[in-house]
Structure formats: structure tokens, C-alpha cells
């Protein structure tokens, strides 16, 4: 009989059973790629204290479809005792970062040392620098007096005629034309939005990855995000700022998380196959979104809703409607991978 497994493993079987990457459980909760790495390999020594990751663990859940309250009564044993494992902040342990009381108390005693050492120097030597500097000026006072009075004998000397000539303005010809001021560079066009394309997540050995658009965005950019999870297998047609459309069959229980700096266009071929989550909201199905029109013979939202005019009734110009296909109720169960499925065309 195989043990039970620890709460690192079971969570990433949960995961990989989903088809969800853990790039993309990162990017939806805001967990370091790092952080998430360490809780499915089961390293809590680098990982925060207790409450840090029972938050985690809730974020996580909640993410992938996991009931929170039941992971953390389940596996809450498990998690106490990796705590215990972990060094001590009596121990040197202090968030994230390990430190040697002993090391830091013996600097902090010999830089009070060097400090007390400083204001004894600079004491003594104004002790004897005060008086010396009194004697000085009393010696000079009277040969200071003595130099400024004046004698009996000087006489002041008569003080010369200068005699200047007038000189005659300068003639209209000799005078230099002012110089014509350079023109002023005109200013350049505003600069579109940066890119981070050397480590844009969204490319997979090169190529684009259909469940994640506008990764190569800056987190300062991002306005909107929309994650949809998929009820059953359904046609889905999106547009992210003013890259290319994009087509494809989203295959039952994945996530397509889609960014954007202005607005998201986005169609499917049966509202009822798709839930929906926009900014952080909590999911809702696609068909009781209250902005959902029928356009090009496809059910459309657009994100946001006031940019919805700027899109027009042609979204996606050229485009054929997507084939309808069945409610999740009738459908059965397809956990084909999504890589398997390339871009339709047309």
C-alpha cells in the first residue's frame, strides 16, 4: 500500500491533473515562481513562517479548484511538523534571511567601540587645542592694533591726473549681427509601451503559448486580466491589445489567462462552456456577463466594457463565425494536452 502523500506532492498531482503550469498558478496569485517550486518540493526551510504558508496554500487552492479549509485540515499535522523543522528566529532566523546573533553583536559592540573611541579623541584634543588658540590671539591683538594706527610723519601722496580720451562709437557696418538662436529639436513621439522580450514566460522553446497572452508586458502596464477556465471542450477567439487574433480548441478543465495595457476581445463558441474571472473578481459563467453581445454570429465581451465602441461590430475582420458546440453537460470528458491542438486558421 503506497503512503499518503506530503502536501507539496498532492498539491502538484492536483495541479499537473488540471493541465495548469505552475508559471501560470504564479502569474494568477502573485506567488513567486520560487516560493511555489519550494512548497511542491516540499523545502521549508526557505520557506516564511507558519501563517505565510497556510496563505500559500490557500491562494493556491483557490486558484486550481481545491477546497482551502479541507487541504489545510488535512495535511495541517504535516505542516506544523515542517515548522518545527525549520530553524528558530532565536536561531538566527529572521524572514528570509539567516544571521549569526553572535557575529552581529559582537559588530555592534566593536562599532559602539570605535564611536566611543572618536568622541574621547576629539575631547582631548580640544582640551588642548582651546587654550593655545586664546594665547595666540592675545599675542597678536596688540601688533594688530600697533600696524593699523597711523604715523605723524605720512603724508598722503597727491593722486594723479588721468586724462582718457573719448573713444567714438562704433559705425552701423561695424556692428555684429546677434547670432540666430539654433532651432528647437521637436519632440519625438511618445515611446510604445516596453516589452520584456528576452524573458517573456508566454514562449515555450520558442514558440507561443496559447493559454498565456501579454505575459511580456511590465506588471506597471497591465490594466486588465481576465483567467477563463474551461466547462468542456469549446472554440474560443481572442484578441489582446492590437496583437494578432488568436483561435484554437480549449480542451475541458484548462486556464488561458490573457493581459492587456487597453482592452481584450474575446469570443467563444458556447457561453455556458466557460467561467470567467476579470481583475481578480470572482468567477462567474460567460453567459451572465451583463456586457456579452452577438457579434459576427459569436458571443463577444469586451474588456472593458467602455472600449467596447472603440471595437465596433467587426472585431475580427475577415473571420468566419465559431462553430457552435455542445453544453458541458453533454459532453464527456477530454483531457487530451492543449500543446496537441495547434492554431485553427480562418
Known amino acids: ?44 526551510q526557505e520557506l516564511p513562517a507558519k501563517p505565510f504558508i497556510r496563505g500559500f496554500v490557500t491562494s493556491y487552492c483557490r486558484f486550481i479548484g481545491l477546497e482551502p479549509r479541507d487541504v489545510l485540515a488535512r495535511f495541517n499535522p504535516f505542516i506544523d511538523q515542517k515548522s518545527k523543522d525549520r530553524p528558530s528566529r532565536e536561531g538566527g532566523h529572521s524572514g528570509y534571511a539567516f544571521h549569526q546573533r553572535d557575529g552581529g553583536d559582537q559588530s555592534r559592540m566593536l562599532l559602539w567601540l ?75 513621439p511618445p515611446a510604445e509601451l516596453p516589452a520584456v522580450a528576452s524573458t517573456d514566460p508566454s514562449l515555450s522553446n520558442g514558440k507561443p503559448d496559447l493559454l498565456q497572452t501579454g505575459a511580456d508586458l511590465l506588471p506597471s502596464t497591465i490594466k486588465y486580466k481576465i483567467i477563463v477556465k474551461a466547462l468542456a471542450d469549446v472554440q474560443v477567439r481572442y484578441r489582446s491589445d492590437h496583437r494578432q487574433p488568436t483561435k484554437f480548441i480549449f480542451r475541458k478543465g484548462r486556464v488561458l489567462v490573457v493581459r492587456a495595457h487597453e482592452r481584450v476581445v474575446f469570443q467563444v463558441s458556447n457561453p455556458k462552456s466557460v467561467s470567467l474571472n476579470y481583475n481578480g473578481r470572482m468567477y462567474n459563467p460567460f453567459s451572465l456577463e451583463k ?19 472603440a471595437v465596433g461590430d467587426d472585431p475580427f475582420p475577415g473571420e468566419k463565425p465559431l462553430p457552435k458546440t455542445d453544453d458541458p453537460s453533454d459532453t464527456g470528458s477530454n483531457d487530451a494536452p492543449q500543446s496537441e491542438l495547434p492554431p485553427e486558421s480562418g
Open 1 to 44: 500500500m503506497n503512503a499518503s502523500p506530503s502536501l507539496g506532492e498532492y498539491l502538484r498531482q492536483e495541479r499537473e491533473k488540471r493541465g495548469i503550469t505552475v508559471e501560470q498558478v504564479s502569474s494568477a496569485t502573485r506567488i513567486s515562481l520560487k516560493v511555489l517550486l519550494q512548497l511542491e518540493g516540499d523545502q521549508y
Open 114 to 188: 570605535v564611536m566611543g573611541s572618536f568622541v574621547v579623541l576629539g575631547a582631548i584634543t580640544l582640551i588642548f587645542i582651546k587654550p593655545s588658540s586664546l594665547r595666540h590671539r592675545k599675542r597678536s591683538a596688540p601688533l594688530v592694533a600697533a600696524s593699523s594706527a597711523p604715523t605723524a610723519t605720512t603724508r598722503p601722496e597727491p593722486t594723479p591726473t588721468v586724462t582718457v580720451a573719448a573713444v567714438p562709437p562704433p559705425r552701423e557696418a561695424e556692428v555684429a549681427p546677434s547670432p540666430t538662436p539654433p532651432p528647437k529639436p521637436s519632440p519625438k
Open 291 to 309: 456586457s456579452i453581445r452577438e457579434l459576427q454570429g459569436t458571443a463577444t465581451v469586451v474588456f472593458p466594457r467602455d472600449a467596447a465602441q
